[in-house]
């Protein structure tokens, strides 16, 4: 069976000594848990409640899931259950799933009477019609997307603050009446602060709406009238949410259901009155409206933000009089008023609007207008606080920027999805403009103004003033998006945003009036421009450009240069036109004058020929390189494009995803930065990766090799740096997990192995990140073919005894092996089935060594001597010629030949006479590693050597008295000497002796190295016979010492002491 009671996994880093004696893993299998409070069942195929007893567990989620029946003691074991969710296990109407079209679930009436603590049910999503007790201790309750239609009954939960009953009655869930809630049933929750009743085919504003309510939602129902004084008996009201009740239906994108003839949501002067009311927020969006009774806004007295958005006010926003009664606003949304087959020629604001004095945000999009002249800005002048303009989707073809200046905490201003092309107008008096702002057309644009004053210069200590640092990412998980960017640095800064509209050219006097810019926005335009020195010439804070997805041509060095001391983040993204000309040059010399820039994107452009061989840049940090063709610079073309990226002498991250690379050159990886912290190679095609060269990445700490063709992992150790913590290799085809690849990434805390191929984990062998006492704080194993057999079964108890972090444990663990337990969870393996398979064999073992014991004595009387004579034979025949233990498990040679390759003499006698003998002749053949023969080209001759002698058996040393290298009368060069050395290093560190001597010579200097070794192990020292006659004999026993391990030729009064 399967243990039930599992350590805790997830933990901080803080209390990590602590959880040490302690595990983390599923308590309530088949569900997770935090800490044992928090039990997660949801998006499981339950069919049934888990049988979980304790009084710890606080929080229960069983949504989504295919629960139907909960008894009557579901929750018996869980006395001090607070949340419980059982949401979404059976939508009604339409939003259920076609394979749930007979789901019907069912709550006993005393299923939740045992939880006297109880604060929070969510119910929502099930097709209920009836409840089930309430406990008293009811705060939460929601029943969103079920059948409460008509409620008639009490809820009999005083202490309810939120009740949710949104969804009960609409297109998606047809009940064909009214929705009605009774008077009563509302009474009785005197502490209901929060009601949502959208969604259900209301009529009227519900009476008898307790006055402690503080936000109610009415939003998409069949309200056509709002009565005066209907919400007078609300004074704590401070949210109301009354939109899409007459909706407006010629731009919908769902079914849209418009009041009769097409009406307006029917408002009185008093329909919004509360004595003291307390409306912060109020929505009246999408209910057809063309104006608003006098006096309505009047009593809200505190109303900060307001939405009409999806209405018909486009004449009352240019003559309404309502603002004057809104002095306390700070947020309106005014977007999508336009009326329809209508656009004016200019934006026409009412004056009374400028009366809003605290307003901060203004939202004027799709309203449709031509043009925002100084006139139409001229009423909100007195706006001081105004920090956002949105004219979005307005069709605009002409604003005056200058404008704009009035407004001084302006932060955001954005005209995107619009028609802006800044083309020359003929304007009376635009050609002193035109001198002065030096336009490249010859003529004025169309935003400006003739007596435009000259921007203001900024000193180099107000420039430094304005440069920030983003805060430091510990290269992990958290690596900025050029998104994030821009939120970082423009959230707070005046920022311009006009993308999406059809600017073809710049000219710095189009930035006329944005002087003061922190971020800019050119994305999406039609530019197709080899940008030169100059254009950006007024924005001397800018700190953040996006010119992506145009046409821009980055070939003169000048680009950009005028933005030297303060651009920060630079954004060329998809900007493929020209790259992909074919014959067309391109020159990236720019980067290196952008002595701040930080943040560079050049992804998705294409690149990958006649561009600079390498990028320069002392500043940059971040590159963003993906969705180029680095297969293309780093393949068909050699190694001109080997160090493109060594010059970003500052850079720390780089993401050449997408770049269609098959494998990863030594080369290129060697040439990188060296100081960088973080390397994204995702989505590519790699199945190479030159891991042994990682070492010269000292600084690495995050390398992502994701979505790529990686089948194996070099069984090798491999130099991961000290400050390496987080290695990504899912979506690969890595089958096995080599125990030396990892031995010396001790500070690997992120390891992603999710979706490859593997199947099972020898606990015998684990790698050393995912031993106990490891740096490892996070493991992704899920999606891969777990095979779910008994000898798999460590690696279910490795799941659930581990401290690491394991996402999906209990959800994308499914065994795929055998077919028998295909789709099961890997947890599921029961160790009881396993120890009765186990024990049976073990049965029959002990009954084979009873039965043998017994007969060996009888055999031995009757037939001792033949057994005797028997053994003896075919001991001798196998003495002194048996195979190393384990030497062809992971030895590539028998024996590794090193001598004096400038010998003639000794290279005549290894290739014709010890090559032929040992390889191709005799009843046991040798696998020899000889230099000239065996040795990788392009390897240095140290690594030849050194994989020579550590990837054979023995290492035979064939030795002359004469030779041009002579060192003490022998034979000694430096590919001789280096072999000794490493042979010795191996009897030093692994107590191995592999050194076998040859000497061709009759007489030989008397070394003190060789007197050793024949006092040592005499055997290992052989002499080449001057006699042919006794070559037979040489052969003999140089064969039975390849076949054996010397320490069986050592002399017995040393051997044991020196070993």
Not at 509 to 525: K, R, T
Request: charged fraction near 20%.
């Amino acid at each position: 069976m399967i243990r039930t009671q599992l350590f805790p996994m997830k933990r901080t880093m803080k209390g990590r000594s602590k959880m040490m004696t302690s595990c983390r893993n599923p308590v309530f299998f088949p569900c997770d848990d935090v800490n044992a409070t928090a039990v997660d069942c949801s998006s499981r195929p339950l069919v049934h409640i888990p049988v979980i007893r304790s009084s710890a567990v606080l929080s229960l989620d069983l949504s989504h899931t295919k629960i139907e029946k909960v008894g009557p003691y579901a929750f018996s074991g869980m006395q001090n259950l607070q949340t419980l969710k059982i949401m979404e296990n059976c939508l009604p109407g339409i939003m259920r799933a076609l394979d749930d079209s007979s789901c019907n679930v069912q709550i006993h009436p005393d299923a939740l009477r045992g939880l006297h603590q109880l604060h929070s049910l969510y119910l929502s999503g099930n097709s209920l019609t009836t409840l089930p007790w309430l406990p008293k201790s009811l705060t939460l309750l929601d029943l969103g997307s079920n059948r409460f239609f008509n409620i008639t009954h009490p809820f009999n939960a005083p202490n309810l603050e939120q009740l949710l009953l949104d969804k009960n009655c609409f297109y998606a869930n047809p009940c064909n009446q009214s929705f009605h809630i009774a008077e009563g049933v509302l009474t009785e929750l005197s502490k209901l602060r929060n009601l949502t009743l959208g969604y259900n085919n209301v009529t009227s504003v519900p009476t008898g709406l307790p006055r402690s309510l503080e936000s109610l939602d009415l939003r998409e129902n069949a309200m056509t009238e709002i009565f005066e004084g209907a919400f007078a008996g609300l004074p704590r009201l401070r949210y109301l949410n009354l939109e899409w009740n007459c909706q407006r239906c010629d731009h919908a994108a769902r079914p849209c259901f418009p009041c009769p003839n097409n009406d307006s949501l029917r408002l009185h002067p008093n329909s919004l009155y509360a004595e003291n009311s307390s409306i912060r927020t109020l929505s009246l969006r999408g209910n057809s409206l063309r104006d608003f009774p006098v006096g309505l806004f009047l009593p809200l007295t505190r109303l900060e933000i307001l939405d009409l958005s999806d209405n018909l006010l486009a004449y009352t926003i240019g003559n309404g009089t309502f603002f004057s009664e809104l002095k306390h606003l700070t947020w309106i949304s005014l977007i999508y008023n336009y009326k329809p087959l209508c656009t004016f020629p200019r934006l026409t604001l009412s004056p009374h609007l400028g009366s809003v004095a605290n307003l901060t945000t203004l939202l004027l999009s799709g309203n449709f207008f031509r043009s925002v002249s100084g006139d139409s800005l001229e009423v909100l002048s007195g706006l001081h606080k105004l920090k956002t303009l949105e004219m979005r989707m307005n069709f605009i073809s002409y604003c005056n920027m200058s404008a704009l200046r009035r407004f001084p905490s302006l932060t955001r201003v954005d005209l995107s999805q619009n028609m802006l092309n800044f083309l020359p107008r003929p304007l009376n008096n635009s050609a002193g403009l035109a001198s002065q702002a030096g336009s490249r057309g010859g003529g004025p644009f169309a935003f400006s103004e003739p007596s435009v004053p000259p921007p203001a210069v900024v000193d180099e200590a107000d420039a430094e003033a304005l440069l920030w640092e983003i805060p430091d990412t510990n290269m992990l998980e958290d690596i900025p998006t050029m998104w994030q960017l821009k939120n970082y640095y423009c959230q707070r800064n005046l920022t311009f945003d006009i993308s999406q509209n059809n600017i073809l050219f710049l000219d710095k006097v189009i930035f006329v009036g944005m002087e003061e810019a922190i971020c800019l926005d050119l994305s999406y335009n039609y530019m197709s421009q080899t940008l030169t020195g100059g254009i950006f010439d007024y924005l001397k804070n800018l700190v953040y450009l996006d010119m992506s997805f145009n046409r821009i041509d980055l070939y003169y060095q000048e680009a950009f240069a005028e933005l030297n001391a303060t651009l920060k983040v630079l954004d060329l993204s998809n900007n493929e036109f020209h790259f992909l000309m074919r014959g067309m040059g391109h020159r990236f010399e720019f980067l290196s004058n952008l002595r701040q820039l930080e943040f560079l994107s050049m992804a998705n452009n294409g690149i990958g020929m006649r561009i600079n061989q390498r990028l320069k840049s002392s500043s940059l940090k971040y590159l963003y390189f993906s969705g180029n063709r680095l297969d293309i610079m780093w393949g068909s073309y050699g190694n001109n494009y080997a160090h493109f990226f060594q010059d970003l002498t500052n850079l720390t991250y780089l993401d050449i995803s997408q770049n269609q690379l098959a494998s990863l050159s030594p080369d290129v990886l060697c040439n990188l930065p060296r100081q960088i912290e973080a390397v994204i190679i995702s989505n590519n095609d790699i199945d190479y990766f030159p891991w042994e060269n990682i070492t010269v990445l000292s600084n690495l700490r995050h390398l992502n090799l994701s979505g790529n063709l990686i089948a194996s992992l070099p069984d090798v150790l491999i130099g991961f740096g000290p400050n390496f913590a987080l290695l990504d290799l899912s979506v690969n085809k890595i089958s096995s997990l080599p125990e030396n690849f990892f031995r010396q990434a001790r500070a690997l805390s992120h390891l992603y192995l999710s979706d490859n191929s593997l199947k099972e984990l020898d606990l015998q062998f684990l790698p050393a990140p995912l031993k106990f006492g490891s740096a490892l704080h996070k493991l992704t194993l899920h999606g891969n073919p777990f095979k779910c057999d008994c000898e798999n079964t460590g690696f279910a108890d490795f799941l659930r005894t581990s401290l690491v972090d394991i996402p999906y444990l209990t959800t994308s663990f499914n065994c795929e092996y055998p077919e028998s337990q295909q789709g099961q969870n890997v947890l599921t393996i029961e160790r009881r089935s396993c120890q009765d398979i186990y024990g049976n064999i073990a049965f029959l073992f002990s009954s084979f060594v009873v039965v043998a014991f017994t007969l060996l004595p009888l055999l031995r009387h009757l037939f001792g001597w033949d057994l005797w004579y028997c053994l003896h034979v075919l001991w001798a025949g196998q003495k002194g010629y048996s195979l190393l233990p384990g030497s062809n498990s992971h030895k590539h040679y028998d024996a590794c030949v090193v001598f004096d390759t400038e010998n003639e003499a000794v290279r005549d006698w290894v290739y014709n006479e010890l090559g032929v003998q040992l390889e191709k002749s005799g009843y046991r053949r040798f696998s020899l590693c000889l230099e000239e023969r065996d040795w990788i080209p392009g390897l240095s001759r140290i690594e030849n050597l050194h994989n020579a002698v550590y990837g054979s058996v023995k290492t035979v040393f064939v030795l002359s008295s004469c030779g041009s290298n002579f060192v003490d009368g022998v034979t000694m060069n430096g590919t001789v000497r280096q072999a000794f050395f490493m042979v010795q290093q191996r009897l030093l560190d692994d107590k191995v002796d592999v050194a076998v001597l040859v000497l061709l010579d009759k007489t030989f200097p008397k070394l003190k190295y060789l007197q050793l070794r024949k006092r040592l192990c005499e055997k290992s020292v052989m002499s080449w016979p001057v006699n042919p006659r006794a070559q037979p004999l040489f052969w003999n026993r140089m064969r039975m010492v390849l076949s054996s391990d010397n320490l069986q030729f050592y002399d017995n009064n040393v051997s044991a002491g020196f070993m």
